[in-house]
């Protein structure tokens, strides 16, 4: 099974931007489709975006379109998420999570294997 660790968050200014990490215990782009999901206190969990494993495209939601990009490295070891323009909303903890089907998936029941999570808190 895959494991997945997510790093890069921090305490940051609204304003600012921030690259965050996961790296993936193995090459994900044959096996798994990829998520970024979010959890701001109280709430529920997020999706923000992902990495299709048919096809490999990436995307992210209507919501942070525009702020918000997923990319990865040659190796597809790792998934980055960039994030510009941070605003207080943004304020949550953020995971990474690997499923065995064709596409990413908004619902996060589908995802089998998760990360521990990186916070990302903005201050105004």
């Known amino acids: 099974q895959v494991q997945l660790v997510e790093s ?8 600012d931007s921030l ?5 993936a215990s193995e090459r994900f782009a044959n096996t798994y489709s990829m998520g970024w999901f ?6 529920e969990r997020e999706f923000v975006g992902g990495i ?9 939601v209507d919501s942070v379109k525009g702020r918000f990009t997923i990319t990865r490295d040659s190796a597809k070891i790792t998934m980055y998420l960039q994030i ?17 089907g ?16 990186t916070q990302v808190t903005v201050s105004s």
Not at 38 to 43: N, V
């Open 52 to 60: 299709n494993r048919s096809g490999g495209g990436t995307f992210v």
């Open 19 to 23: 690259r965050l990490s996961c790296v």
């Open 102 to 117: 064709g596409l990413a998936m908004r619902d996060d029941s589908g995802y089998r294997y998760w990360g521990q999570g």
């Open 84 to 100: 510009n323009n941070l605003n207080p909303a943004d304020t949550a903890t953020y995971y990474c999570a690997a499923r065995l």
């Open 38 to 43: 979010r959890q701001a206190p109280g709430k």
């Open 8 to 15: 890069g968050g921090g305490l940051v200014q609204a304003g």
